[in-house]
């Protein structure tokens, strides 16, 4: 990656972290309108473009806006990572005490700042957007209607627009996140599994102005792979094997009642003839249900092996 120039001196408030992928057209509008907001406000900020890979003038254009104003970053990518990269290498350059993520595209309007930070001051620690009125197609608006509700429903964490890319978090928060592949979607369920305050507030919608959307029907087989993930992460990360001991009975118990079964019809009829296929799935069921256990077991193991380590790094500190 290649950074413009070093950052600047002065320590600011805001920072504001923008992943971008060809939206040439789209960051100048949005870079004014930022600095418009935060005079207003009277707040010193930082705007950092990570540049994730784009193939068009993108990074010349943030090059020129660093040239008129040094409170501009640039960063860039050798190619595309995707955002969860994008906004890793973000977090890590960041410098302020309050941190926003918008999208380039200029769907996320700047005017709603005010409102964010008025929600941080209650208390919360990331407050994350609703765009509750969209300006998208049906088919990009339905799948994440009906996948958010999803996701409220397994992980309990009430918002309901995890896909807004529009938020604004204390430093602490973006200093302990772990994100990768497509699980910037779940910050704020991996922020609350950690122990965070979440807010969210009404944010006005744009329509895109230039380019073309990012999204595919594609992402949403990754989405679904990844909330397994977080589900995972979230509930049983500590506990692996009750996840998959409870997956290994899931298995194991209608295969054992079925190995009764058969052997109740070998004893009382002398023979089994027509039920070798039902022996062979009560066998399968079991083996299943076992290897589950197994893995669940291992887990437990690595897992004990690591918090010892962790608490043994503790004490070194502490002595």
Not at 55 to 80: C, G, M, P, S, Y
Not at 116 to 144: A, C, E, M, N
Not at 291 to 312: C, N, R
Request: net charge positive; glycine share 8%; proline share 3%.
């Amino acid at each position: 990656m290649v950074i413009s120039k070093p950052l600047q001196k002065t320590i600011p408030y805001l920072s504001f972290i923008i992943p971008v992928k060809d939206e040439e057209k789209s960051i100048e509008q949005l870079s004014q309108e930022i600095v418009k907001e935060c005079n207003n406000l009277e707040k010193t900020y930082e705007i950092i473009f990570v540049d994730d890979g784009s193939v068009d003038r993108t990074f010349e254009v943030i090059k020129d806006l660093h040239k008129k104003n040094n409170n501009i970053k640039a960063i860039r990518h050798r190619r595309n990572f995707g955002k969860s990269a994008a906004l890793s290498t973000g977090f890590a350059r960041a410098n302020g005490e309050i941190v926003f993520t918008l999208d380039g595209d200029l769907q996320d309007n700047p005017i709603e700042i005010p409102k964010f930070l008025k929600k941080l001051d209650q208390g919360y620690d990331l407050v994350s957007g609703w765009k509750k009125k969209r300006y998208d197609s049906t088919f990009i608006t339905l799948p994440s209607i009906i996948g958010n509700l999803l996701i409220r429903k397994l992980t309990g964490v009430k918002i309901h627009d995890l896909n807004c890319g529009f938020k604004a978090y204390r430093k602490e928060v973006t200093k302990n996140l772990n994100i990768y592949g497509e699980l910037y979607r779940f910050i704020p369920i991996l922020a609350n599994q950690k122990g965070y305050k979440i807010g969210e507030i009404e944010v006005k919608h744009s329509p895109r102005h230039f380019g073309k959307s990012k999204y595919s029907w594609f992402k949403i087989i990754k989405v679904f792979l990844d909330l397994i993930t977080i589900l995972f992460l979230t509930g049983h990360a500590t506990h692996p094997g009750h996840f998959f001991g409870t997956l290994g009975l899931f298995f194991f118990t209608p295969g054992l009642l079925i190995g009764f079964y058969i052997t109740y019809l070998r004893i009382t009829t002398g023979g089994i003839t027509y039920h070798y296929p039902l022996l062979f799935l009560g066998v399968l069921l079991m083996v299943i249900g076992v290897q589950f256990v197994s893995i669940g077991l291992l887990a437990e193991m690595i897992t004990s092996s690591t918090k010892k380590q962790y608490s043994d790094n503790i004490l070194s500190k502490l002595l």
